[in-house]
């Protein structure tokens, strides 16, 4: 499966970036779970470049601040909710089955050492996740994961959402 390479512009990496910076630091102040296990920053930078990306790549609202919690939904594609996330492996991962709040989830990866280069992984829905994922014994204990060439290519969830869209 071919990824899909989304450039966020200077002033988009700069709105991600401080997002990133402003999360943790709300984080840190309401005493808030970090999204990284080790409470760095860089998590939050990186989950918000992602976030940039897969807004960019289907044309949505790029994410806001949350200063409570998104409730595991970081974007809306029409009324579909997507969970987007990032990350330094080659699986999707959540921690069980209840914690994947939203419709979709899209995975996004790093593409080279570009910080506003990523890659559109793929994307699947929470019910497939559910049937398809494994639980594997990772970092941080067992999680339910599921391996990137498993995922729909990012292109499918456009064409579903469009189909939802024009078919109502």
């Known amino acids: 499966m071919a990824e899909l390479i989304v450039r966020l512009t200077p002033q988009e990496l700069h709105a991600a970036v401080t997002l ?12 808030l779970k970090p999204r990284d ?23 949505l609202e790029p994410p806001s601040l949350n200063v409570g919690s998104d409730g595991g939904i970081d974007l809306w594609f029409g009324e579909r909710s997507i969970d987007v996330k990032f990350t330094k492996t ?13 419709d979709i989830a899209v995975l996004v990866r790093n593409f080279g050492d570009d910080p506003s280069a990523l890659g559109v992984v793929g994307c699947i829905g929470r019910e497939a996740f559910a049937e398809r994922s494994t639980l594997e ?23 579903e959402i469009k189909k939802l869209e024009f078919s109502t």
Request: with cysteine.
């Open 137 to 159: 014994d990772r970092k941080y204990g067992p999680k339910l994961c599921m391996k990137s060439e498993e995922l729909l290519p990012p292109e499918r969830l456009w064409r």
């Open 20 to 31: 990133g910076k402003d999360t943790h630091a709300i984080c840190g102040l309401q005493g």
């Open 90 to 102: 080659d699986s999707l991962i959540f921690d069980n089955v209840d914690s994947f709040k939203a």
């Open 37 to 59: 296990a080790n409470g760095k920053e860089q998590s939050e930078i990186d989950g918000a470049r992602a976030e940039y990306a897969v807004a960019k790549l289907f044309g």
